[in-house]
C-alpha cells in the first residue's frame, strides 16, 4: 500500500510533493496555516524563532541597557564601548 499525504503543520513547511517530512520555517519567517509549501519572511520590525506560526513584534525592553537584540537568533550581546556617542 502507499501512505498517504498529510499537511504540514503550521510553523513547518515542504516545497516538494511526495516527501516524508517538513521542514521547521528558519528563524524570523513563518507559516501560519497548514499545508504550506514556503514559509514568509516577518515584517520589519518584527522576529521569529525556528519553527514559527507567527512573528512577534521586536522590543528592545527584553535586552538588558548596555545590550542589544541581535534578531539573528534573538540573543542579546554586549555592545562594544566604541558604539557608544555622547551627544
Known amino acids: 500500500g502507499s ?19 517538513c521542514t521547521d520555517c ?4 513563518y507559516s501560519s496555516s497548514t ?3 514556503t514559509c514568509t519572511n516577518c515584517a520589519s520590525g518584527y522576529e521569529s524563532g ?3 506560526s507567527e512573528c512577534t513584534q521586536i522590543s528592545s525592553a527584553t ?11 534573538g ?3 554586549f555592545v562594544l564601548r566604541e558604539l557608544f556617542f555622547d551627544d
Open 35 to 37: 499545508g504550506s509549501s
Open 50 to 52: 525556528v519553527g514559527a
Open 3 to 21: 501512505a498517504a499525504c498529510t499537511d504540514c503543520a503550521a510553523g513547518t513547511a515542504q516545497a516538494s510533493t511526495g516527501q516524508t517530512s
Open 63 to 73: 535586552c538588558q541597557p548596555g545590550t542589544f537584540k541581535q534578531t539573528s537568533d
Open 26 to 29: 528558519a528563524a524570523n519567517t
Open 75 to 77: 540573543a542579546c550581546v
